[in-house]
């Protein structure tokens, strides 16, 4: 009975080691060559800039009224960090392993904020989730934001189009609505050139964005003030 018992448990054994065993060579398979090991190209973040836009004489005047940018939101495909590319039959793609920081519209929303604020125009600029009260509200949507490629292949056009509405915060009166876009040709077709096209084509969508809406702002004042 006792020999029988040491049988028993020699052959547990066996079979434990025997289960053991392709576990063991396969972690050293993995270990010594790479058997885990992936080739896919690391995910690439690429970030825009907003650069101080020239400001014309009439730009230099402060409207002496704060604003708030809201959250923008955007046309199908744009609400995500995707960078869009746009091919011939309007086949709408993505760049692969690389993105934006984060979603367009909230990368939209901080450009024109920093745009905003180096005109020196306003008293203050808010953001969509200040708890600071504003006179006036930016609501933007964005059509175009992508780099569009022609039939003929080679580098393609970056095209950005801002569709603007900016009303009083109290009553919620629309003052005025204006589209505020830019395109840049990237100057060839590495992603590195096509991302400068990108800033470049924003840059002018909101440098036109933070002229007209000034504009609007100070036309709307004066009319009050005519009124008074």
Known sequence: MIFSVFRDTGRRRARCVKAFLPLLVLTSLAGCNGLFHSDARPEQVYYLRAEA?????????????SVRVGRPVATSGLDSPQIVLVQAGHRMSFFSASRWPTAVPDMVETLAIETLRAS????????SASPFPSDYLLQISVRRFEAEYNDGGGAPEVHVVLDC????????????SFVAEGSSVAAGNKLSAVTAAFETAANSALGSLSEQARGAVRVALERTSERH
Do not use: M
């Open 165 to 176: 509405l900016i009303g009083r915060r109290e009553g919620r009166d629309v003052v005025a």
């Open 120 to 127: 020196g125009s306003w008293t203050s600029v808010e953001n």
């Open 53 to 65: 836009a020239p400001v014309s004489e009439a730009g230099r005047v402060v409207v002496g009224a």
